[in-house]
């Protein structure tokens, strides 16, 4: 069974930073391409960032130069520094993870449960 959990979340003033988590455990043997989605009130989940197994690393228009994805394989652990944040970052963040588990030959993409971003004006 593998779990993943984000964390980092919580309220900041325009202009702040946070740096978000996600954590996989449990029975892993590799995890290949993970990223990170959001979702505001009233809006559809979009996509913010996504690393691939290599570090290589693409992200949404809206937060290009502002946000960084990063991994570390050793942990399991991926990550999203949120530099200058907008009232317009508020949102539920969620990571995913492409995970392969030592009992398959096959990877399952897992979901967080989210973390709440609040920036205030």
């Known amino acids: 069974q593998v779990h993943v959990v984000e964390s980092g979340g919580g309220l900041v003033q325009a202009g702040g930073s946070l740096r978000l988590s996600c954590a996989a455990s449990?029975?892993?043997?590799?995890?290949?391409?993970g990223g990170w989605h959001r979702q505001a009130p009233g809006k559809q989940r979009e996509l913010v960032a996504t690393?691939?197994?290599?570090?290589?690393?693409n992200y949404a228009d809206s937060v290009k130069g502002r946000f960084t994805i990063s991994r570390d394989n050793a942990k399991n652990t991926l990550y999203l520094q949120m530099n200058n944040l907008k009232p317009e970052d508020t949102a539920v963040y969620y990571c995913?993870?492409?995970?392969?588990?030592?009992?398959?030959?096959?990877?399952?993409?897992?979901w967080g449960q989210g973390t709440q971003v609040t920036v205030s004006s």
């Open positions: 995913n993870c492409n995970v392969r588990s030592s009992s398959s030959r096959y990877s399952v993409l897992y």
């Open positions: 449990g029975s892993i043997f590799s995890i290949s391409a």
């Open positions: 690393i691939t197994s290599g570090g290589g690393a």
